[in-house]
C-alpha cells in the first residue's frame, strides 16, 4: 500500500470525517497579527493583542453558532489565549465539539525568475511545531499555497513546487498527529474567463494528488481547500449554477473520493455569494463521493466585524450576526439555503488583489 501508515492513521481519518461532517464547516479565524490588523483598521481598532483576544472571543463564545462548526482554524497566538473569565479557547472549543486547527505556513515568497509567482515557506522546524501543537490541543492544520493565471501562469516550475509543497507539508502534519487541510488556491486576479480558471484548477489539483501520492500521504486523513472555479475578478460574473457546474466538474476529474471532506475558501467573494455558490453545488443531481463544504474567514466575519466595530455593547448583536453567517452556510453545505440571510453588509464584495493571509 503505497500510504503511509503511522501510529495516528486512526486518529487522522476519524477527525478528517467528523470535519467533514454535512451540516458542519471550518471557520479560518487564522489571520496573521498583519492580516487582522487591516481587518481591525477597518473598523478603526487598534491592532494589539487584547483586541485580537477580543474579537477571537466574540466568535467562539457566540451562542448558537459553534453547532453548525466542525473545526476552527487558529493562529499560533490564538491557540494559547483565554476567554476574559480564563478559559482557554481551546477548551471552548472542544466543549462545544469543534476540533481546534492551526495555521502552520509561514507565507509566500517569490520564486526568482518568475513573473512574480510564489513558494510556501514553514517546513523550519515544522515536525516540532506539529507536536507543540497537537500538545496544545490542536488536531488538524492548514497551509496556503498560491497560484496565479495570466498570459504564462501558473508555470509548470509553479505548479510543482506548490504541489510538492503541500505534499511534503501533509506527510508532517500525519507524522505529528495533524489533519492536514491542503490548501492550493488559485487566485481569482485576472480577466480570464470561467474555462481557463477550470482548466488551470484541473491542472494544479491534478499535480497536488500526484504529489500527495508520491509523498505516501493517507488521503483518508487528509481534507481539501481548493477555490472555487469562476472568472477572473476582471471579468463578467456568471451565475451560481454556472460556477457550481464548472468547480464540481474539476473536482470529480481530480479529487479521488479516498478524501472525505472539500472545505472551499470564499477567495474575496461576498458572504452571500459564497453561500449561494456553495448551495448550488450542493444541489447538483451528480456523484459527489466527499462532503462539500466551508472553510470560511472574511465570508463568515465581515458582517460581525463591521457590527462589532470594537465595542462592548455590540458583541451580542455581531454574534447574531455571526450565527446568521454559520447557520446560513450550514444549510448551503446541504443544498437547502434558500437565501434571505443578507443584509446589506453580506453583498459587499471582499476581494482583495494579490491576497496575502
Known amino acids: 500500500m503505497s500510504a503511509f501508515v503511522g501510529k495516528y492513521a486512526e486518529e487522522l481519518i476519524k477527525n478528517?470525517?467528523?470535519?467533514?461532517?454535512?451540516?458542519?464547516?471550518?471557520?479560518?479565524?487564522?489571520?496573521?497579527?498583519?492580516?487582522?490588523?487591516?481587518?481591525?483598521?477597518?473598523?478603526?481598532?487598534?491592532?494589539?493583542?487584547?483586541?485580537?483576544?477580543?474579537?477571537?472571543?466574540?466568535l467562539f463564545t457566540s451562542p448558537n453558532s459553534l453547532s453548525f462548526l466542525s473545526g476552527v482554524i487558529l493562529f499560533e497566538e490564538t491557540l494559547y489565549q483565554k476567554t476574559s473569565d480564563g478559559k482557554p479557547f481551546v477548551e471552548v472549543l472542544q466543549e462545544n465539539n469543534v476540533?481546534?486547527?492551526?495555521?502552520?505556513?509561514?507565507?509566500?515568497?517569490?520564486?526568482?525568475?518568475?513573473?512574480?509567482?510564489?513558494?510556501?515557506?514553514?517546513?523550519?522546524?515544522?515536525?516540532?511545531?506539529?507536536?507543540?501543537?497537537?500538545?496544545?490541543?490542536?488536531?488538524?492544520?492548514?497551509?496556503?499555497a498560491v497560484l496565479k493565471i495570466g498570459p504564462t501562469e501558473p508555470s509548470e516550475l509553479s505548479i510543482q513546487q506548490n504541489a510538492q509543497g503541500l505534499a511534503r507539508?501533509?506527510?508532517?502534519?500525519?507524522?505529528?498527529?495533524?489533519?492536514?487541510?491542503?490548501?492550493?488556491?488559485?487566485?481569482?486576479?485576472?480577466?480570464?474567463?470561467?474555462?481557463k480558471c477550470a482548466a488551470v484548477t484541473e491542472t494544479v489539483l491534478a499535480a497536488v494528488y500526484k504529489a500527495l501520492n508520491d509523498h505516501h500521504v493517507?488521503?483518508?486523513?487528509?481534507?481539501?481547500?481548493?477555490?472555487?472555479?469562476?472568472?477572473?475578478?476582471?471579468?463578467?460574473?456568471?451565475?451560481?449554477?454556472?460556477?457550481?457546474?464548472?468547480?464540481v466538474t474539476a473536482l470529480r476529474r481530480t479529487v479521488p473520493p479516498a478524501v472525505p471532506g472539500i472545505v472551499f475558501l470564499s477567495g474575496g467573494q461576498s458572504e452571500e455569494e459564497a453561500?449561494?455558490?456553495?448551495?448550488?453545488?450542493?444541489?447538483?443531481?451528480?456523484?459527489?463521493?466527499?462532503?462539500?463544504?466551508?472553510?470560511?474567514?472574511?465570508?463568515?466575519?465581515?458582517s460581525t466585524l463591521k457590527i462589532w466595530g470594537g465595542k462592548k455593547e455590540n458583541v451580542a448583536k455581531a454574534q447574531d450576526a455571526f450565527s446568521v453567517r454559520c447557520k446560513a452556510n450550514s444549510e448551503a453545505t446541504l443544498g437547502k439555503y434558500t437565501g434571505g440571510s443578507a443584509g446589506g453588509l453580506a453583498s459587499e464584495s471582499l476581494y482583495v488583489k494579490g491576497y496575502k493571509y
Not at 481569482?188 to 470561467?194: E, P, V
Not at 488521503?219 to 476582471?234: C, F, I, Q, R
Open 99 to 144: 476540533i481546534p486547527g492551526i495555521k502552520v505556513d509561514k507565507g509566500t515568497v517569490e520564486i526568482a525568475g518568475t513573473n512574480g509567482e510564489t513558494t510556501t515557506q514553514g517546513f523550519d522546524s515544522l515536525g516540532a511545531r506539529c507536536q507543540q501543537y497537537y500538545k496544545a490541543g490542536a488536531r488538524f492544520a492548514k497551509w496556503r
Open 16 to 58: 478528517a470525517k467528523y470535519i467533514a461532517t454535512p451540516g458542519k464547516g471550518i471557520l479560518a479565524a487564522d489571520e496573521s497579527t498583519g492580516t487582522i490588523g487591516k481587518r481591525l483598521a477597518s473598523i478603526n481598532v487598534e491592532n494589539i493583542e487584547s483586541n485580537r483576544q477580543a474579537l477571537r472571543e466574540l
Open 275 to 302: 453561500t449561494v455558490n456553495l448551495n448550488a453545488m450542493n444541489k447538483l443531481e451528480v456523484l459527489k463521493p466527499w462532503t462539500l463544504s466551508f472553510s470560511f474567514g472574511r465570508a463568515l466575519q465581515q
Open 169 to 195: 507539508y501533509a506527510i508532517i502534519c500525519q507524522e505529528n498527529g495533524l489533519v492536514p487541510i491542503v490548501e492550493p488556491e488559485v487566485l481569482t486576479d485576472g480577466s480570464h474567463d470561467i474555462k
Open 218 to 247: 493517507l488521503l483518508e486523513g487528509t481534507l481539501l481547500k481548493p477555490n472555487m472555479v469562476a472568472p477572473g475578478s476582471d471579468s463578467p460574473k456568471v451565475a451560481a449554477e454556472v460556477i457550481a457546474e464548472y468547480t
